[in-house]
């Protein structure tokens, strides 16, 4: 069983940063693919950011250049760093571990709780 917990939500202006943490309880974390999800009021669930066992990265196209997917295997952590926030990011990010070998919503065998990120223009 894997257990996620995020962290590092909060308020901050457009173009501001922040760095959000997703901690893991696995022993197998190093094999582990860990993905960075987000979901809008009213909006679906999106793909934002995934890193695999290989530290092979993959982003949204709305993200790419601005956010950065990161794990640290001796915290069995991994974080994702936004910068240049957009009143658009704003969401619940949610971690997640894929069941299946795709980056799809559908796909993910885990998720965390989620933090909120709101994003003042």
């Known amino acids: 069983q894997v257990q996620l917990v995020e962290s590092g939500g909060g308020l901050v202006q457009a173009g501001g940063s922040l760095r959000l943490s997703c901690a893991a309880s696995?022993?197998?974390?190093?094999?582990?693919?860990m993905g960075w999800f987000r979901q809008a009021p009213g909006k679906e669930r999106e793909f934002v950011a995934g890193?695999?066992?290989?530290?092979?990265?993959y982003y949204a196209d709305s993200v790419k250049g601005r956010f950065t997917i990161s794990r640290d295997s001796a915290k069995s952590t991994v974080y994702l760093q936004m910068n240049s926030l957009k009143p658009e990011d704003a969401a619940v990010y949610y971690c997640?571990?894929?069941?299946?070998?795709?980056?799809?919503?559908?796909?993910?065998?885990?998720w965390g709780k989620g933090t909120l990120v709101t994003v003042s223009s």
């Open positions: 890193i695999d066992w290989s530290f092979s990265t």
């Open positions: 696995v022993r197998t974390f190093s094999n582990l693919n």
């Open positions: 997640a571990v894929p069941g299946g070998s795709t980056w799809r919503v559908g796909d993910m065998g885990h």
